[in-house]
């Protein structure tokens, strides 16, 4: 089965910039998650949605921050404008809604802000 | 709010040496508990989790961990170690309400030596 996929890999921008991340889910998982990954930190959750609604965004630093995942599929998360201290990197996971704990994580998207 | 406290930054271990992890958590509710591990430049990957039941769990690989609820522990043991296992490992929580969110804890890096 084909994994979660997520673009681009690797993403250098300057601070006060826009940058975009993209995930495609395994498909039929209709939860997807994004969780940011700070060097030397374990993942923290920034959004989970359920097919296209928000479940729960109560950690996504909003004034910079936005997710949407139209349709249901595919998610897009976009920071604007940056920081520094959003280098990280931003790992989406999906799981089927019968077994939600059936995380597949993809490979993530590095972000450095210089 | 719940939180994951992972000891042990780095260990460093020759080949067919015991390992051991060490992974307290606060939450004082019904807590579902997980092992995940990052291979060099790989996605998270699942290595065992805790439900309820048997508080011995075994996973993949060879590895296993044991819930002691009196002590909020869920410590990851291996008996003997291999090259393949250096990787990043992360021990996780969710609490179970419902959200399946995990929360994690900052991972401790295994370097196995040949």
């Known amino acids: 089965e084909a994994g979660v996929a997520q673009s681009p890999r690797y993403k250098i921008i300057e601070k006060r910039q826009s940058v975009a991340f993209w995930c495609n889910p395994i498909?039929?998982?209709?939860?997807l998650y994004w969780y940011q990954q700070i060097l030397g930190q374990g993942p923290k959750l920034l959004i989970q949605?359920?097919?296209?609604?928000?479940?729960?965004d109560s950690q996504l630093p909003k004034d910079r921050f936005s997710a949407e995942r139209l349709k249901g599929v595919d998610s897009t998360l976009k920071i604007q404008p940056a920081k520094l201290e959003d280098s990280a990197v931003y790992l989406c996971?999906?799981?089927?809604?019968?077994?939600?704990?059936?995380?597949?994580f993809g490979s993530g998207t590095r972000l450095t802000v210089v | 709010a719940q939180s994951v406290s992972q000891h042990n930054h780095h260990v460093i271990l020759s080949e067919a040496a015991s390992l051991e992890l060490g992974c307290n958590y606060s939450y004082g509710g019904t807590v579902n508990l997980f092992w995940y591990v990052q291979y060099p430049g790989q996605h998270l990957q699942l290595l065992l989790k805790?439900?309820?039941?048997?508080?011995l769990v075994k996973g993949i690989k060879g590895f296993e961990a044991e819930f002691i609820k009196s002590k909020f522990s869920f410590n990851l043991r291996k008996p003997s170690v291999q090259w393949s296992d250096t990787a990043e490992y992360f021990c996780?929580?969710?609490?179970?309400?419902?959200?399946?969110?995990?929360?994690f804890g900052k991972g401790t890096k295994l370097s196995v030596i040949p």
């Open positions: 805790y439900f309820s039941g048997d508080p």
């Open positions: 996971a999906s799981s089927l809604v019968g077994d939600p704990y059936g995380y597949t």
């Open positions: 498909s039929g998982h209709a939860t």
């Open positions: 949605f359920q097919n296209n609604g928000v479940v729960d």
């Open positions: 996780a929580v969710s609490s179970g309400a419902g959200s399946y969110q995990l929360t």
